[in-house]
């Protein structure tokens, strides 16, 4: 591979940028990305953008893990010749990982998410023990981790010294609250009707779909004008923050999570949100009102959703996320990224 540009380090940048950010730093970002799924992975392709705006140069590789693995790893080892990388930057553990730390040559970063350290109830029990497998080599091959929860790192193997926590921040310009009913008018939704946000994703199974439908079916009962808002993994991300204040209620009902972007998205636009403890949406929900933590139980779920529709009120959610701001993320990375190259 040929020589990498010297790395500069730059100590004073404005106000709008990060304190920590590297000039010159060049960041090979491997996003796994299921065929014809644009809206795959939104986060990262956001936080790659984030960090171009603090001087990082980036480039993006699509990894499409149902495909043939042999060819795309090819295509990745030379891509990372052409781009000349100081760093490859895993965004997700298992397979995606386990090719970046394969034989490229170059120092790898592993963020891991959720469902490639934990247990995956929608698979069988081997494949959940051979993707395991392959996070933990990734582990112990990469010079820095980033788990997005204390619970991820606390899962690790191999490597949990080299892991910090950073749970991911968000746009709070792009996800900020507008009025309720001015939200259901651009969606033409209904003004009277409650609606509760469920977020199905690519994983229904995993995300529990029928506990959520369950559970909106006990609170019918108390508020018959009710209805379940299924947010599928192709809606256009443009559209989220609209059905965010369109909504009453977000429910979450996951057999396992890391820290959901939706939990933290909802927070951003004051949306309730009735959930089951989970990843890190416990400490995330800590001080937010109105809003529920509850056993993963119907009744319980179905109490909690019409108490908090009732309630007629948005929460205070805005008001506790300084921490995962896109510019606080984007410091926590750039540390990161010093860390990885040796930087001082």
């Known amino acids: 591979m040929a020589s990498r540009p010297a790395l500069a380090i730059r100590g004073n940048v404005s106000?709008?940028?990060?304190?920590?950010?590297?000039?010159?730093?060049?960041?090979?970002?491997?996003?796994?990305?299921?065929?014809?799924?644009?809206?795959?992975f939104t986060f990262a392709k956001r936080q790659v953008s984030s960090l171009e705006r603090v001087g990082v140069t980036n480039d993006v590789f699509y990894l499409y893990p149902a495909n043939r693995l042999l060819p795309q790893w090819r295509r990745l080892r030379q891509k990372a010749r052409m781009f000349h990388p100081h760093l490859i930057h895993a965004h997700y553990g298992t397979v995606t990982a386990f090719l970046c730390g394969l034989g490229i040559?170059?120092?790898?970063?592993?963020?891991?998410?959720?469902?490639?350290?934990?247990?995956?109830?929608?698979?069988?029990?081997?494949?959940?023990?051979?993707?395991r497998f392959l996070s933990e080599v990734a582990a112990l091959r990469s010079r820095a981790i980033i788990c997005v929860t204390d619970e991820l790192r606390s899962r690790l193997w191999l490597g949990r010294t080299k892991a910090t926590v950073s749970s991911g921040g968000i746009d709070l310009e792009h996800y900020r609250p507008l009025p309720r009913d001015?939200?259901?008018?651009?969606?033409?939704?209904?003004?009277?009707?409650?609606?509760?946000l469920f977020n199905a994703g690519r994983n229904a199974v995993i995300k529990r779909a029928d506990i959520a439908l369950e559970a909106v079916e006990i609170a019918r009962k108390i508020v018959p004008d009710?209805?379940?808002?299924?947010?599928?993994?192709?809606?256009?991300?443009?559209?989220?923050?609209?059905?965010?204040?369109?909504?009453?209620?977000?429910?979450v009902t996951s057999d396992s999570e890391g820290s959901p972007y939706i939990v933290k998205e909802a927070l951003a636009c004051n949306l309730p949100i009735v959930s089951v403890a989970v990843g890190d949406i416990p400490d995330r929900l800590a001080k937010v009102t109105p809003s529920r933590i509850v056993e993963r139980e119907v009744t319980q779920l179905g109490e909690a959703i019409a108490e908090v529709v009732l309630s007629v009120r948005r929460s205070n959610g805005r008001d506790t996320i300084a921490d995962i701001s896109e510019r606080a993320e984007v410091e926590r990375l750039c540390q990161v990224y010093r860390y990885a190259v040796g930087a001082p």
């Open 15 to 40: 106000h709008a940028e990060s304190s920590a950010a590297p000039t010159n730093l060049r960041i090979l970002h491997v996003i796994p990305q299921a065929d014809g799924a644009q809206s795959d």
């Open 182 to 196: 001015e939200a259901r008018r651009r969606l033409n939704w209904s003004l009277t009707t409650k609606v509760v």
């Open 226 to 251: 009710l209805r379940i808002e299924m947010m599928r993994g192709e809606v256009d991300p443009e559209k989220v923050p609209l059905l965010l204040s369109a909504s009453d209620c977000l429910l």
């Open 105 to 131: 040559g170059v120092p790898l970063v592993v963020t891991f998410r959720g469902s490639d350290l934990n247990p995956d109830t929608s698979v069988g029990r081997l494949r959940f023990r051979v993707s």
